[in-house]
């Protein structure tokens, strides 16, 4: 190797390097939603525009009442296989959330009802418990510390925090019914159901994929894969 080919080599390499550099510092700092241009942007849900969130209604057009709800303190029916009831609490119900980077839920438990493992990949949360007792923990990544579980038994009063894209779960331990809010990092959290997903997918995974990843037989699988993978949350 000459000097000036061993001069472009190491030149390449630098650029490798602050390219790299580049792009992991950027997705550092665009991990949460992006930043504000305006004080607000009111979703309008009638623009044909797409944009990442919605297009803003016209400022002039702006009530008080887009950045309002009532009715957070509604018990939900809970009345599903899974016992409990997620109701967000978004941009679909405040328009005036749409870009503010932050939305909010409420969750109804019956006695033994479970939120079952599920993660969010764009947002942690601040889970607050407003009756009730849970028993609600989150399972980290194959990491140094392995899929170590981080779990408590909470009552009212009490703040556990989901970190982002974790799996967590929250399940009513108590002889009462439960209740929760759940405020979310992001206006587009994200919810993926690990059962739901695994089992309930459309179409199907094969079942010899899933038989060799659980350690059962597909049987088994096939027989998870005809149950009804019930979905505990609306917008
Ligand atoms: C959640 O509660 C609402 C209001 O009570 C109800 O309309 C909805 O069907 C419930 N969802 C589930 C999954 O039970
Ligand atoms: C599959 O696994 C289940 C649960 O371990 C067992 O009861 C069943 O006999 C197995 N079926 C076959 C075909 O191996």
């Known amino acids: 190797m000459n000097s000036t080919r061993r001069a472009k080599m190491s030149a390449k390499i630098i650029l490798i390097i602050a390219a790299s550099i580049a792009v992991i510092s950027s997705i550092c700092v665009s991990s949460s939603d992006p930043g504000l241009l305006q004080d607000f942007c009111v979703a309008d849900f009638t623009s044909n525009v797409f944009v990442n969130g919605f297009p803003c209604k016209d400022p002039l057009l702006v009530t008080s009442d887009d950045f309002f709800y009532s ?48 993660y969010h990949p764009r947002a942690s949360e601040v889970f607050t418990v407003i009756e009730g007792n849970l028993f609600a923990g989150f399972i980290t990544t194959n990491s ?21 894209g974790l799996i967590h779960f929250q399940f009513n331990i108590g002889s009462k019914r439960a209740v929760a809010t ?18 309930g997918s459309n179409p199907p995974v094969p079942a010899v994929i899933l038989a060799k990843a659980f350690q059962l037989n597909t049987t088994t699988i096939e027989w998870l894969q005809q149950q009804n993978w019930v979905k505990n949350f609306n917008y």
């Open 71 to 118: 009715g957070i303190d509604q018990p939900r029916s809970t009345d599903n296989q899974l016992g409990s009831n997620i109701t967000i609490v978004g941009v679909n119900r405040i328009r005036g959330l749409n870009t503010l980077g932050i939305i909010i839920a409420r969750i109804d438990y019956a006695p033994g009802g479970l939120n079952p493992p599920h």
């Open 144 to 164: 140094d510390i392995g899929n170590t579980l981080y779990a408590k038994k909470l009552q009212k009063g009490d703040i556990f925090v989901f970190p982002q």
């Open 182 to 199: 759940a405020a979310f990092g992001s206006q587009s959290p994200g919810l993926m159901t690990v059962p739901n997903a695994v089992f």
